[in-house]
């Protein structure tokens, strides 16, 4: 918990303070300490060498009521309160006893005496408390300082850092250094990682979490930890625990800030150098892929005249035949599939124009679905469609082979022989198309990136044959309709691929 400031004497450390009575009296008891009594004894050498210049100089009880006021200021000033209320006491006795009729006699029942105790009291009580608040401004103001420090020499080393992998525990480990922390939890929700520096209690991942899902700022007064969300602009990226801080609330909130620009501009840079090269690496793959599959192209023209021509030549037994027609088959596919490649190929690179005619999204999923050849895979579909179904605005072929890459994706990437789930439902302006099949989950760090061209997760790398162009294409055609793709996985839901399309208004 925060120390105990006296607001009384600033000489007076935390352990010389006692409360009194019940904890609820605004009475404090504090044991002498030496800077104030030696305050206060060169205060009273200072009356007694006043007192006696004033009895030489014959002075009046004004005169030396103003000296001994001046004596009282300094006192005060120095000393804290109790030196100058000490220092107040001896100076009304010093009036009373030496310039007050009569000379030399003590007075108690004189009103002068006690209005100026009051006066000598109230004094000091006031220098006190503007002394207090003049030190307590210069404290406020070289905290600030040393704060504003931290935060540059922060910053500066923190915008040095660039690759998203390592800056969770660099950051942490950088903040609990810079700040003087018991420790630094740091919580990254696009990569979904919580990263720890440091000795934090075991209740802070709870109000971590809060933070970011909250999207609060809050202080743990009794743990003394401040939460902050982590914001880049309407974006939340996550969320920290500042653990053993006793810093402002507004200092936190730069920290904070200052970890959401980090992981933001890192992210950039990251994205960027990520763009760059698959625009280098995609023209070249793109030369490659065309070239390969026309190349492919001319031995399976060969192949088909061949597989045609056997027949021709003589009788075939049953078992030549069938082996003929097989190889006849499997050719047209693989010709087919070359076929598709280089469309798809001269897809990826090529702007889309989409010609938009109000079409049932339920009409292009079976189309899609219909595409599959093989009968035990189509009866994996469950479609569901809304009762009030109305059109998409869109093209439909387009369309159909995006709706083509989910579902493809679907039959990889599941469970063999589990449903596959398509749900085509209704919005106020949209119309959502829902893919869910049952399978691996796609990390949160490979979402950011499975719409990429030619990008691949370690999981689907290890699966069935890709391109890993058909995510990426099925993103522009959707992009080119106005419309939005995400995805979402988890172990319970398996993975669900969403396209949303404006609706047909009107005619």
């Known amino acids: 918990m925060a120390k105990p400031h006296n607001l009384l004497n600033p000489s007076i450390s ?168 018991h420790g630094v939890m740091l919580s990254d929700a696009p990569s979904a990682s919580i990263f720890v520096s440091g000795e934090c209690p075991p209740q802070t991942e709870n109000g971590l979490l809060d933070a970011h899902r909250l999207n609060q700022d809050a202080f743990d007064a009794e743990a003394q930890i401040h939460y902050c969300a982590l914001r880049a602009g309407m974006q939340t990226l996550g969320s920290v625990a500042l653990c053993g801080s006793t810093m402002s609330p507004l200092m936190a909130q730069a920290i904070a800030s200052l970890c959401a620009i980090t992981l933001e501009r890192a992210r950039a840079l990251e994205k960027e150098m990520r763009a760059e090269v698959a625009r280098q690496a995609e023209q070249l793959r793109s030369a490659v892929i065309e070239a390969l599959a026309h190349q492919i192209k001319t031995p399976l023209c060969v192949i088909q005249v061949a597989s045609t021509s056997l027949p021709a030549m003589g009788e075939l037994s049953p078992m030549q035949a069938e082996l003929v027609t097989t190889i006849d088959d499997q050719s047209t596919k693989l010709n087919d599939l070359v076929t598709r490649l280089l469309g798809t190929a001269d897809l990826e690179t090529a702007e889309i124009k989409p010609v938009l005619f109000p079409t049932m999204a339920s009409e292009l999923i079976r189309d899609a679905i219909g595409k599959v050849e093989d009968q035990a895979q189509r009866a994996r579909f469950l479609v569901s469609v809304a009762s009030d179904e109305v059109p998409a605005l869109v093209d439909g072929k387009l369309m159909t082979l995006a709706f083509t890459q989910l579902i493809d994706n679907a039959i990889k990437y599941s469970v063999p022989r589990s449903p596959i789930k398509v749900n085509v439902g209704m919005a106020a302006q949209e119309i959502s198309v829902r893919v869910q099949n049952q399978g691996g989950v796609i990390a949160p760090a490979d979402r950011e990136r499975i719409f990429e061209r030619f990008y691949r997760t370690a999981d689907a790398r290890k699966g069935p044959v890709g391109t890993g162009l058909g995510l990426s294409i099925a993103k522009r055609i959707v992009d080119a309709h106005h419309g939005r793709i995400k995805v979402e996985s988890d172990a319970t839901d398996g993975t669900v691929f969403e396209i949303t399309l404006p609706r047909a208004q009107g005619d």
């Not at 030396?64 to 005060?76: D, H, K, P, T």
């Open 14 to 181: 935390e352990k010389e303070i006692t409360p009194v009575g019940n904890g609820t009296s605004l009475w404090l008891e504090a044991r002498p300490t030496r800077a104030w009594m030696a305050s206060f004894g060169w205060s009273v050498l200072g009356m007694a060498a006043l007192t006696w210049m004033s009895l030489r100089m014959g002075l009046n009880i004004p005169t030396g009521g103003f000296l001994y006021l001046i004596m009282v200021v300094l006192s005060a000033a120095s000393g804290g309160f109790w030196s100058g209320t000490l220092t107040s006491i001896v100076a009304a006795v010093c009036l009373d006893f030496f310039f007050v009729p009569p000379i030399f006699h003590f007075d108690v029942d004189d009103p002068m005496d006690w209005v100026a105790l009051g006066a000598f009291e109230f004094t000091a009580l006031v220098i006190t408390l503007l002394q207090e608040r003049v030190q307590q401004k210069a404290a406020d103001a070289s905290a600030a300082r040393q704060g504003s420090e931290r935060l540059f020499n922060a910053a500066r080393e923190m915008l040095l850092f660039e690759k998203v992998g390592e800056l969770g525990d660099r950051i942490t480990q950088l903040i609990q250094r810079e700040f003087e922390l």
